[in-house]
C-alpha cells in the first residue's frame, strides 16, 4: 500500500512546494491550508505521516497533535516551527510527535525524516513477520510421499509468483494451517506478515474486534484504539480457519476488504486502506452452505481463485510411515528416552488405522505412545487400546472381503463380546436370535 502523507500549513507557497517535493519522491500527498481542514481529511482517510505547522489560524499544530494522537494513534506526526520557538516543539515532541523541523529548512532535510518514519514502519512490519516465523516450526515443512500432496505442493510452487487468493478445504486435522504457511512462505509476500485466526473460537462481536479493530470508546472496555488482524496483515498474508463460521454480517464486511481493499474499525467512521492477501480454509461443503444461505457466493468466489482440498490421511497411505517418524523425532527430545522407531506390529497397526481426526491425531497418538512407551521401540502396548482392538475401523486395501463376509466377522466379534451367549449378542446387534443363527452359519 501507498505510504500516505497529510501536510498542514497555512502559507500557500510552503505548502505547494512541500507537497510537490514528496510527491517526486513517490508519496501519495494531500495538503490543507489549516488545522481544520486537516482534521476533516483525517476524518476521511487514513494516513501514515501528519506534517503540520505549529502556528495556524483556529486549530494550532499542538492542539492538531492532540487530537491525531487520541483518535489516529498510527499516524506519525512532524512538527514545523519557526526558530524562536524550538520550546513548542520540544512540547510537541513530549505530546508525541515524532520529529520536528525549524524554519527555513531543506526540503531534502525534510524528505529524509520521512524516509526515515517509512523505514521504520516498515521494519515494524518485518518485525511482524519474523515473529510469525520464529513462533512456528522452524522447518515450516509438509510431508508430501503420496502422489495426493506431492500435487498439492507442486501446485503451492506453481502459485509462488502469485498474489491471488486461495481456499482450502479438507476434513479437520488434515494439515490446512500448515499449507496456508508454506504458501505465504514460498510466495512474494514471505517477508511480510503472516497472521492466522480461527473463526470457529470467537463470538460474533469479539470476531468484528479481532478482525478490523475498533476506536476508543466504540464499545465499554474500548479504552484505546486497537488495530485489527487485518490492519496488521497490511502488505503480507491473512489466513482466516474455519472461515464458514462468519455471521452474513462479517461476511459481508469482508468482501468490502476482499473487493476494494478498504474497512472500518468497529466504531469507525474513517476507512482503513490496506493490502492483504487472503487463504481461507474450512471442513465445511462450502457449495452445499451457498445453497442453504448460510455462505455468501460472491464472497467465496473472490476468495476461490485458486483452491486446494487436502484429502484425508487414510486417503493416502503413504504419508503415515514418513509422519510417524517425522512425529517421533519431534517430541522424543523432551522425553528424554531413548527410542529409535516403531515395532513392526506398532507400524501395521498405524498403517491400517483410518484416522478419523487425520495427521492431527496421528500426531497426539506418536506423542502419546512416546510417554507410555518402556522400551527402545515404540510397541503395540504403547498405542491406544482403542486403535489396537477395534479392527472394524481398520481398512487393509489388499485384503478386500466381501459384504456378508464383513457381516459375519463382525456378529462373530459381537457374540465373542458377550461371552458366547448369542441371545445376548442378537439383543445388542438388534436381530433375532434366528438371524444371528442364519449369519453365523453362513459359509
Known sequence: MQFKILIAEDEEITLNNLVETLRDEGYDVAGARDGIGAIQQLEREQYDVLITDIKMPDVTGIELLDRVKEKYPSTEVIVITGFGSIGSAVDAMRKGAMDYITKPFDLDELVLRVQKIHDQKVLRKENIALKTFYGMDKEVRIIAKSPEMKQILDTIQGMAASDANMFLTGETGVGKSLIAKIIHFTSGRKNMPFLSLNCATLTEDLLASELFGHEKGAFTGAVVMKQGLVEIADTG???????????????????????????????????????????????????????????????????????????????????????????LQKHLPRSRKKITGFSDEALDILMHYSFPGNVRELENIIERAIILEKGPLLSKESLPQGIRTLDIETFDPNQIKTVDEVIRDYAEKVVKMAAGNRTKAAELLGISRTSLWKIMKEE
Not at 255 to 275: A, C, I, N, S
Not at 281 to 308: C, P
Open 237 to 327: 498474508t491473512l489466513f482466516l480457519d474455519e472461515i464458514a463460521e462468519l455471521s452474513p454480517s462479517l461476511q459481508a464486511k469482508l468482501l468490502k476488504v476482499v473487493e476494494e481493499g478498504e474497512f472500518y474499525r468497529v466504531g469507525g467512521t474513517r476507512p482503513q486502506k490496506v493490502d492483504v492477501r487472503f487463504i481461507a480454509a474450512t471442513n465445511q461443503n462450502v457449495k452445499g452452505l451457498i445453497a442453504d444461505g448460510r455462505f455468501r457466493e460472491d464472497l467465496y468466489y473472490r476468495l476461490n481463485i485458486m483452491d486446494i482440498f487436502i484429502p484425508p490421511l487414510r486417503e493416502r497411505h503413504e504419508d503415515i510411515r514418513p509422519l510417524s517418524a517425522y512425529f
